[in-house]
């Protein structure tokens, strides 16, 4: 059974940064892509950013492209996600996920076969 925990949400002010991580349990985490995806209130729960199963290939929605950068570390079984210049509109609770392939296939909820318990990350303007 495959196990993810999101930590490092919060409140932050506009312009500020956090560092969310997803431990993984399992041996296999270095064999799957792994995801991050959001959703705030009242709206479907959208794909943010993933990273293919060595770390060589990473993938970002438009609206985090040059301000997220998601990392992993294979050794911890451990997924990052680095958030810069945080907007209002970035408030969400933010879920980590496992794909069930080694390569990145898209950003659909369907690719992913695992998901944390999400993190609340709040920006005030």
């Known amino acids: 059974q495959v196990q993810l925990v999101e930590s490092g949400g919060g409140l932050v002010q506009a312009g500020g940064s956090l560092r969310l991580s997803c431990a993984a349990s399992?041996?296999?985490?270095?064999?799957?892509?792994m995801g991050w995806f959001r959703q705030a209130p009242g709206k479907e729960r959208e794909f943010v950013a993933a990273?293919?199963?060595?770390?060589?290939?990473?993938y970002y929605a438009d609206y985090v492209k040059c301000r997220y950068t998601i990392s992993r570390d294979n050794v911890k079984n451990t997924v990052y996600l680095q958030m810069n210049s945080l907007k209002p509109e970035d408030r969400a609770v933010y879920y980590c996920a496992r794909s069930g392939r080694a390569r990145y296939c898209g950003p659909s909820r369907g690719e992913y076969d695992y998901w944390g318990q999400g993190t609340q990350v709040t920006v005030s303007s």
């Open positions: 399992g041996r296999t985490f270095s064999s799957y892509t």
């Open positions: 990273i293919s199963w060595s770390g060589g290939g990473t």
